[in-house]
């Protein structure tokens, strides 16, 4: 009797240890499971801060963009009153042929036309923490024309001049485009000619582009129904370029919501340059390989 009572006894103790074991388990388990939710939520909470900063970015962009067009629609109304009426790309310095017959005398350049010139030789330097001289440019020029010599890959680099844009900011103007980007590229002589200050990254224009083909566009093999396509960017270069006109394109986004049941819908698409962004939106309609879409400036929304 006694034998079989310590025999049942015995095998209570096992279930009990059998049943405590399990629970230790599970709770391990779930230990697990809650250190890989806090790696995932710490990997989107770092994702939203991207984003949100590339919003910021996006949207002083765009407000310098529209700035720009507005000085440009002003110059353009400016110049039908006191001229007659001139065509966009007239005022903002798309080439034209001309329409004489008999041969003109040269012309010196206009404003508009200068700018766009200098728009891809141009770094923008914030000085805001930057140590030395910063009001005579003479010096400035001086010591910038010695940071870059001091350094073999930005040697032989020809700085223009210097255009104050405003108490904290300067354009450096190059001679050519590709000292321009190796002088961004290689930033290091600007520390040694500036200490503390800064390069900003290479301005790009926005243009909001609607009708545009889902199907020339999208990647139709991702689940995600609004990545584009690889490759697009360089067609696109191709498709609205012409000899006068660079459109080279860095950044496209589909905006349209996911609906397979559309086949056209809205993207915004980044521009390396300011006059290739004008000239498309003087036109009013771009390329995607055989389809066209509209084009008109990007309003960025304040909920975006």
């Not at 995932?40 to 801060?49: C, E, F």
Request: with cysteine; proline share 3%; hydrophobic share 35%.
């Amino acid at each position: 009797m006694l034998r079989q009572k310590a025999d049942q006894l015995q095998r209570l103790v096992e279930s009990q240890l059998d049943m405590l074991q399990k629970q230790e388990d599970m709770i391990y388990a779930q230990g697990e499971q809650i250190k890989d939710q806090r790696k995932a939520m710490a990997a989107l909470t770092g994702a939203l801060k991207e984003l949100a900063q590339d919003l910021k970015e996006t949207k002083n962009e765009q407000a310098r963009f529209t700035r720009e067009a507005g000085e440009i629609k002003a110059r353009l109304a400016k110049a039908q009153t006191s001229q007659g009426k001139q065509s966009y790309s007239a005022v903002v310095g798309v080439q034209q042929r001309p329409a004489a017959t008999h041969p003109t005398p040269p012309r010196a350049q206009g404003p508009a036309k200068v700018r766009a010139g200098e728009e891809t030789r141009t770094v923008t330097v914030d000085v805001t923490r930057a140590k030395g001289e910063r009001n005579n440019l003479n010096e400035v020029k001086t010591a910038i024309e010695s940071g870059l010599g001091h350094y073999e890959v930005t040697k032989g680099i020809t700085l223009n001049f210097i255009r104050p844009r405003g108490e904290n900011t300067v354009d450096l103007v190059f001679n050519t485009e590709a000292e321009a980007q190796k002088a961004r590229q290689h930033p290091r002589w600007l520390q040694t000619a500036m200490p503390g200050a800064r390069a900003r990254g290479e301005t790009w224009f926005p243009i909001k582009c609607d009708g545009v083909s889902r199907y020339m566009v999208l990647n139709q093999e991702t689940a995600n129904e609004r990545t584009i396509r690889e490759g697009v960017l360089d067609e696109f270069r191709k498709d609205n370029s012409n000899d006068n006109v660079d459109c080279t394109a860095r950044k496209a986004v589909w905006l349209s919501k996911v609906d397979s049941g559309k086949a056209t819908g809205s993207l915004v698409i980044w521009l390396a340059k300011k006059e290739a962004a004008q000239y498309l939106l003087a036109s009013g309609s771009v390329r995607f390989g055989v389809s066209a879409a509209y084009c008109t400036e990007f309003q960025a929304r304040e909920d975006r």
